[in-house]
């Protein structure tokens, strides 16, 4: 097989490549091209990449028709009819006018489908199974790979909020945090008085946010600190926050409204790296999908290596 000069490819006689008794032209290259909306300058860059492709198209079709396989008529037809339900909702006229403004007749949809079905076989006759992933090897990537395992310090709270309903100031707000905050210091249940007092867009759940957070997940500055400063099972005393608003040009900042909190931290769970038995499967689907690009790379690079391929390419006059 010859190698590709550098340089941009170029139309000669419409023909980019050729495999055995295959051509590649730009036309079809092109075509494709026109499905995915691609401007001429994207057309330019990427016609290589694109060759390239429909390149290992063929030698995959050309080793899947020498080992005497074929693909099934009824195989082929029920993936026409699902192409025809999902993409088309089953309208044949439709589907039809697709086609024809893509100027491509049934037939070659349907050879272009054949094509994707034995490209897409080949491929996975290459794919290693989970059986060649030993437990050897996923310990291995485990310790190579810790920081992928991390977990964040999450906490889960609950809280009374004090807001300003008719621009109180924030001293009414701090007094009426303080007097539930003496209640909860006297045994009175957190949950109890979270579902009497303030204005918790929580309060019908007794003040709980519903989920473990981490501190990335805590846009308020004030609010991140005080929630991360409480230890499991702690109430906080009463702060001040500082509410945050969305500005007109779609920013997050400081409004000019304050709420008086008080937090309880239900749940804490400390930072630290997952254990492996979590994260087997994980760990396990990885290495597979390692293994088998690999092992597709190496097949198809032996396809070009014994085929007979050219590339028409020249460099373009600057």
């Known amino acids: 097989a ?8 170029i139309e000669v006689n419409r023909v980019m490549a050729k495999v055995e008794d295959k051509i590649v032209t730009k036309g079809e290259i092109y075509k494709a091209m026109d499905l995915l909306n691609f401007t001429e300058d994207e057309k330019e860059e990427r016609s290589k990449e694109f060759v390239d492709g429909k390149i290992d198209r063929l030698l995959a079709i050309r080793a899947f028709r020498e080992k005497g396989m074929v693909i099934p008529e009824s195989l082929l037809e029920n993936e026409y009819n699902k192409h025809l339900i999902r993409e088309f909702n089953g309208d044949r006229k439709l589907f039809r006018d697709i086609l024809r403004s893509r100027s491509q007749s049934q037939l070659e949809f349907r050879e272009d489908l054949e094509e994707e079905l034995i490209h897409g076989h080949m491929l996975n006759t290459r794919r290693r199974s989970m059986e060649e992933v030993s437990p050897e090897k996923v310990e291995q990537y485990f310790k190579e790979n810790r920081s992928q395992f991390l977990t964040e310090e999450k906490i ?13 100031p924030e001293a009414v707000l701090l007094q009426q945090a303080k007097e539930v905050a003496e209640q909860i210091k006297v045994g009175v249940s957190f949950e109890e008085l979270a579902m009497k007092h303030g204005q918790s867009n929580f309060k019908n759940k007794g003040g709980d946010w519903g989920v473990m957070v981490a501190k990335r997940e805590i846009r308020n500055e004030t609010l991140r600190e005080k929630a991360f400063e409480l230890e499991e099972g702690e109430v906080s005393e009463p702060f001040i926050v500082q509410l945050l608003e969305r500005k007109t040009d779609g920013t997050i900042g400081k409004s000019n409204k304050r709420a008086v909190y008080i937090f309880k931290a239900d749940k804490k769970f400390p930072a630290g790296v997952k254990p492996l038995d979590e994260v087997r499967q994980q760990i396990e689907k990885t290495l597979a999908g390692q293994l088998a690009s690999r ?3 190496q097949w198809l690079s032996r396809l ?14 600057n």
């Open 2 to 9: 010859s190698s590709p000069a550098m340089g941009k490819l």
């Open 295 to 297: 092992s597709q790379r």
């Open 156 to 168: 889960r709270l609950r809280e009374i909020v004090f807001s300003q309903i008719a621009g109180e």
């Open 304 to 317: 070009r290596r014994d085929a007979y391929l050219k590339y028409y390419f020249q460099k373009k006059d």
